[in-house]
């Protein structure tokens, strides 16, 4: 069967196109002059949401395509448009995150004359993404498109960078048959696993933990690495990123590990004899902060390469974790040598502990924090965790007072999106609106810190109208508190470095779509809460801030000793 060519006027129409045909439905972006991409995007009917900055562009789509699990296209200018997304560009590959960026480029024709905004882009982006690649030709612009989605997806997935130079832009593109298509994935059948080094360790495994990481989400259908845990009888954690992967009130989740792990599960953590890490990196803050990890054998599976420490002894296992996990609970099911024994009944008693143990520090953490003027986090996150409805999500940043957010069970439950071992200010505040154009049905929380607030300031009041609906709890100490907590800790001048000055909001953000209070009452804190949310579900945007003080500073952080006790 001949297909007759198909003749598109620019690059742009051909791109677009074939991102609709792929089901690709969101972007954003900050374009440059060459606007014939919006109205390549109007014909397509794909949604763009305009920005004020490249960074935040970065921010979004990576927040809308960690939440949805699909692809996310984000919209460059040239020259210092994609030198200022780079921060973003590294987030959204420390992520894992599935983002196509369309750059403009210099003509091809007048490559090395030194013409306007004129900079070698692939260069500057190719250490930042899984792929970089400028299109030299028109008749290139459907392949490498494909291509650019295509590694995009992965696996492993992560951010592309595609360059249209401004001839190739403007030119014909024509496509003579049918256009390529994105790879099918094969579901492979998960069938028991019966021998490796992996098995073998889980099979004398007494005292095990099943560490979750970030690759896990979108992953976990049926609650497959649950019933992994109920029967190998482990105690259940994840990293930071790995939140949200699992259900966080099933009787063996014991929070996060490392650093954001509270004092009880340190110390089971201690005692163990294996770790299985699932789809994570073992990142700094998974494996320290206050008590190292044993020396025991660590499992580790995960479908990229880079993604397989080799700082830890035991078997590593190269693929998709979910069809590992299936494999082995398959053939523990199977294994009468794994049947439940003393050993392991007196340590899912030690799980049921310790989740105890914690209930009751938050218990006694939220009668401390009642005899305290202010309001104090905690408070916080009891108001929202009460207020909450289903489904919802909480997208984070890593300041030193939002850590507290890190903590479980002073939070538990819900969708959880972070930001990666990078930490980028401002990546929260802004992520937060891809989350909810990704999940329009949820309600989506962006707890951050002021200085994040007003990083992202200037898209959070420009995309108001558009995404109906972000709650912003804004914890104020009037700057950066984890530096002013490193300036205290060496007795450096305040006055001299003023980090931080505690208790003063950041300017209002202002619009009929915005609502906006300081949050300083604490008997009227749930009210104002359920309030906020309330105008939320009628697709507005409320700004919460709440002054905090200095010393609120989550328990996990204090006994790391990373800041002033």
Not at 27 to 32: D, E, M, W
Not at 194 to 217: D, N, T
Not at 333 to 362: F, G, K, L, P, Q
Request: hydrophobic share 45%.
């Amino acid at each position: 069967m001949t297909h007759a060519p198909k003749r598109y006027g620019d690059a742009w129409s051909a791109i677009v196109d074939l991102l609709a045909a792929n089901g690709v439905d969101m972007c954003f972006g900050l374009p440059g002059d060459d606007l014939e991409l919006l109205r390549a995007f109007d014909s397509a009917g794909l949604d763009l949401v305009p920005c004020r900055d490249q960074r935040n562009a970065m921010y979004m789509a990576t927040g809308y395509a960690l939440q949805s699990g699909r692809i996310a296209v984000c919209v460059l200018g040239k020259g210092p448009a994609v030198t200022h997304s780079a921060t973003g560009l590294l987030e959204a590959r420390e992520s894992g995150a599935p983002v196509l960026v369309l750059g403009a480029g210099a003509p091809e024709r007048r490559r090395g004359s030194g013409g306007f905004q004129e900079l070698d882009q692939v260069a500057v982006t190719a250490p930042l993404v899984r792929w970089a690649h400028r299109v030299g030709h028109p008749d290139r612009v459907v392949p490498a498109t494909v291509t650019a989605l295509t590694r995009a997806m992965g696996p492993p997935s992560g951010p592309v960078y595609l360059e249209i130079p401004d001839d190739v832009r403007t030119a014909e593109v024509v496509v003579s048959g049918p256009a390529p298509t994105l790879p099918e994935c094969l579901e492979a059948e998960s069938t028991a696993v019966v021998s490796g080094r992996a098995l073998a360790a889980l099979r004398v495994s007494r005292r095990p933990v099943v560490l979750v990481g970030g690759g896990m989400r979108h992953r976990n259908d049926g609650g497959v690495v649950e019933r992994f845990a109920e029967r190998l009888g482990a105690a259940l954690f994840t990293t930071a990123s790995g939140r949200g992967a699992v259900d966080e009130h099933h009787p063996l989740f014991c929070g996060a590990a490392g650093l954001y792990a509270a004092a009880p599960a340190r110390a089971l953590w201690s005692s163990c004899d294996l770790v299985v890490s699932l789809a994570g990196r073992l990142e700094e803050t998974a494996v320290d902060g206050g008590t190292p990890w044993p020396p025991v054998p660590v499992v580790q599976v995960n479908i990229d390469p880079g993604g397989l420490s080799a700082e830890f002894s035991g078997p590593r296992v190269l693929g998709d974790a979910r069809h590992a996990v299936l494999g082995w609970t398959r053939a523990l099911e199977e294994d009468r040598e794994a049947e439940h024994t003393d050993a392991a009944e007196e340590w899912t008693n030690r799980v049921a502990a310790v989740r105890e143990a914690m209930a009751r520090d938050v218990e006694d953490e939220l009668l401390r924090a009642a005899a305290l003027p202010g309001i104090r986090i905690p408070e916080l996150l009891a108001a929202l965790d009460a207020t909450a409805g289903e489904p919802h999500v909480l997208v984070q940043e890593n300041g030193l007072q939002d850590m507290w957010s890190y903590c479980f069970p002073f939070r538990v439950g819900g969708g959880s999106i972070v930001p990666s071992e990078q930490t980028p200010l401002g990546f929260g505040a802004a992520a937060a609106i891809g989350v909810k154009l990704a999940a329009p049905g949820h309600e989506v929380t962006a707890f951050v810190g002021d200085g994040a607030f007003l990083a992202a300031g200037a898209d959070i009041a420009v995309t108001a109208p558009t995404h109906g609906g972000v709650l912003y709890v804004v914890l104020c100490n009037g700057g950066y508190g984890w530096l002013d907590a490193q300036r205290a800790r060496l007795g450096l001048d305040a006055e001299r470095y003023p980090f931080a000055r505690p208790g003063a909001p950041p300017p209002l953000v202002d619009g009929p779509d915005i609502l906006h209070r300081v949050l300083r009452d604490k008997s009227a804190l749930t009210d104002d809460v359920a309030t906020a949310r309330r105008f939320c579900a009628q697709g507005g945007t409320a700004v919460l801030m709440v002054p905090v003080a200095p010393d609120d500073i989550p328990p996990c952080v204090s006994d790391a000793e990373v800041v002033p006790q």
